[in-house]
T-cell receptor
């Protein structure tokens, strides 16, 4: 099956710093998604990308759908304490109901 | 509040027990999903239901038995589980996924299952 390699596995940053994480695959994806999961909660969708090359922002978050359709990145600018959590990339290849998830990037923000 | 609720939030069971997980969505969706989230592993899709019909079974062992009596409710019946089945079980719902066009899945908070 498809695999998504997400990096880094974890990040420790200071408040105010920018963050970048990415996701790569050997397979072509039709949709790229970025989710955030807080402790004790389910994942929440942050950004959805539908076209190769698409660059989309949601507040301080920016994500891009790679032109090869095999990768995506998520940037967070000027991090704040509430950015703490686990960030997952996910994607669909054929059927839209079958999401493949990455292993997650755990983000810690220090004051 | 995501509109998807799951009960119980925590469950401890022995390998010979039978238990059920419940999921309810209040979003008017017609597709529901079960996922398994184990430590240090990606979320794994288990089952998909569209309009109460099971459309995906991702090679899940038969000791997990889903049930979808209507578009708002989804159950996962558990019996003779193994310790390696301990994980967070997440339910999600969405508008039905037609073809390759993605409709956002909304997740519940999960049930933390421990099998002794």
């Amino acid at each position: 099956g498809q695999q998504l390699n997400q990096s880094p596995q974890s990040m420790f940053i200071q408040e105010g710093e920018d963050v970048s994480m990415n996701c790569t695959s050997s397979s072509i994806f039709n949709t790229w998604l970025w989710y955030k999961q807080d402790p004790g909660e389910g994942p929440v969708l942050l950004i959805a990308l539908y076209k190769a090359g698409e660059l989309t922002s949601n507040g301080r978050l920016t994500a891009q759908f790679g032109i090869t359709r095999k990768d995506s990145f998520l940037n967070i600018s000027a991090s704040i304490p509430s950015d703490v959590g686990i960030y997952f990339c996910a994607g669909t290849t054929g059927t839209a109901s079958k999401l493949t998830f990455g292993t997650g990037t755990r983000l810690q923000v220090t004051l | 509040e995501t509109g998807v609720t799951q009960t119980p939030r925590h469950l401890v069971m022995g390998m010979t027990n039978k238990k059920s997980l419940k999921c309810e969505q209040h979003l008017g969706h017609n597709a529901m999903y079960w996922y398994k989230q184990s430590a240090k592993k990606p979320l794994e899709l288990m089952f998909v239901y569209n309009f109460k019909e099971q459309t995906e079974n991702n090679s899940v062992p038969s000791r997990f038995s889903p049930e979808c009596p209507n578009s708002s409710h989804l159950f996962l019946h558990l019996h003779t589980l193994q310790p390696e089945d301990s994980a967070l079980y997440l339910c999600a719902s969405s508008q039905a996924q037609l073809g390759s066009s993605y409709n956002e899945q909304f997740f519940g908070p999960g049930t933390r299952l421990t099998v002794l």
